[in-house]
C-alpha cells in the first residue's frame, strides 16, 4: 500500500531543480589552470546525494519516481527553450544571438545530460539499494561512497561523450572525465557528515527504513506497486 510521507514530495522538488540548474550551468565550460570542467559540477553533485537519501530512507521504488520526475522536469525544460528559440524576435530584443550562444547549444547538453543522467541514478540507487541488503544496514558510509563511485563514474563518461564529443581533444576528454569523477564523489565524501544527519532525521520523522528485499528494479517501472 502506498504510504503518505512528509518530505518526499519536497526531496523530488530540490532534486528535480538541482538537475535542471545544474543543467543550465553546465553549458559553461569552466578552467582552474589545466583542470577543466563544466558549470554544473558545482550543484550536480547535490542530485546524487538526494538519490541516495531517497533510496536509503525510501527505497528504490521511490528513488525511481523521482528520477523520472527529473527526467520530466528536464524534458519539458528543453522543450520550452526550443520552442522559444524559433519564435519571432521583437524588434527591441537585441539579444537573441546571445540567447542561441547559450541555450540554443543547451539541447545538446540536455541529451546527454538525460542518457548519463539515467544511467548513472539508476546505477547509484540500484548499488546502494543492493548493499544495504547485502551490509544488512550497516556500514551506511560503504553504501554512499560506494553507489556514488559507481554511479558518477558511468554519469561523468556518458555526459562528456555526448555533450563535448568533437570539442573537446582526447586528452582534454580524458581530464574531464577525471576530474569530474573525482571532484563529484569527492563531494559526496565531504558531505558524508551532512548525508547521515539528513538520513537519521529523515528516518526518524518519516518512520521509514526501506530495505529492498523484493523490489522490482525494472528502471521502466514507475508505478510504486509491485
Given at each position: 500500500?502506498?504510504?503518505?510521507?512528509?518530505?518526499?514530495?519536497?526531496?523530488?522538488?530540490?532534486?528535480?531543480?538541482?538537475?535542471?540548474?545544474?543543467?543550465?550551468a553546465?553549458t559553461?565550460?569552466?578552467?582552474?589552470?589545466?583542470?577543466?570542467?563544466?558549470?554544473?559540477?558545482?550543484?550536480?553533485?547535490?542530485?546524487?546525494?538526494?538519490?541516495?537519501?531517497?533510496?536509503?530512507?525510501?527505497?528504490?521504488?521511490?528513488?525511481?519516481?523521482?528520477?523520472?520526475?527529473?527526467?520530466?522536469?528536464?524534458?519539458?525544460?528543453?522543450?520550452?527553450f526550443?520552442?522559444?528559440?524559433?519564435?519571432?524576435?521583437?524588434p527591441?530584443?537585441?539579444?537573441?544571438?546571445?540567447?542561441?550562444?547559450i541555450?540554443?547549444?543547451?539541447p545538446?547538453?540536455?541529451?546527454?545530460?538525460?542518457?548519463?543522467?539515467?544511467?548513472?541514478?539508476?546505477?547509484?540507487?540500484?548499488?546502494?539499494?543492493?548493499?544495504?541488503?547485502?551490509?544488512?544496514?550497516?556500514?551506511?558510509?560503504?553504501?554512499?561512497?560506494?553507489s556514488?563511485?559507481?554511479?558518477?563514474?558511468?554519469?561523468?563518461?556518458?555526459?562528456?561523450?555526448?555533450?563535448?564529443?568533437?570539442?573537446?581533444?582526447?586528452?582534454?576528454?580524458?581530464?574531464?572525465?577525471a576530474?569530474?569523477w573525482?571532484?563529484?564523489?569527492?563531494?559526496?565524501?565531504?558531505?558524508?557528515?551532512?548525508?547521515?544527519?539528513?538520513?537519521?532525521?529523515?528516518?526518524?520523522?518519516?518512520?521509514?527504513?526501506?530495505?529492498?528485499?523484493?523490489?522490482?528494479?525494472?528502471p521502466?517501472?514507475?508505478?510504486?506497486?509491485?
Open positions: 500500500m502506498k504510504r503518505t510521507f512528509l518530505y518526499y514530495d519536497l526531496i523530488i522538488v530540490v532534486f528535480a531543480a538541482s538537475l535542471l540548474i545544474s543543467n543550465l553546465a559553461k565550460l569552466v578552467a582552474f589552470g589545466p583542470i577543466i570542467t563544466d558549470g554544473g559540477a558545482i550543484l550536480f553533485p547535490l542530485v546524487y546525494i538526494l538519490g541516495d537519501i531517497l533510496t536509503e530512507v525510501y527505497g528504490y521504488r521511490y528513488a525511481r519516481r523521482a528520477i523520472w520526475a527529473g527526467f520530466g522536469v528536464m524534458l519539458l525544460a528543453v522543450l520550452a526550443t520552442i522559444v528559440k524559433y519564435l519571432p524576435v521583437a527591441e530584443y537585441t539579444s537573441q544571438e546571445a540567447f542561441e550562444a541555450l540554443g547549444f543547451f545538446r547538453i540536455v541529451l546527454a545530460s538525460l542518457c548519463a543522467y539515467l544511467v548513472g541514478e539508476f546505477l547509484n540507487s540500484y548499488v546502494l539499494a543492493k548493499l544495504k541488503i547485502k551490509t544488512k544496514g550497516k556500514k551506511l558510509w560503504l553504501r554512499l561512497i560506494g556514488t563511485v559507481v554511479g558518477e563514474f558511468f554519469d561523468t563518461i556518458v555526459f562528456a561523450l555526448i555533450a563535448f564529443g568533437g570539442i573537446l581533444s582526447s586528452q582534454d576528454m580524458l581530464k574531464f572525465i576530474i569530474g573525482g571532484f563529484k564523489t569527492a563531494v559526496e565524501i565531504l558531505l558524508l557528515p551532512v548525508t547521515y544527519k539528513v538520513v537519521n532525521f529523515l528516518k526518524k520523522r518519516e518512520k521509514s527504513d526501506a530495505y529492498d528485499k523484493k523490489t522490482n528494479f525494472n521502466l517501472k514507475i508505478s510504486l506497486q509491485e
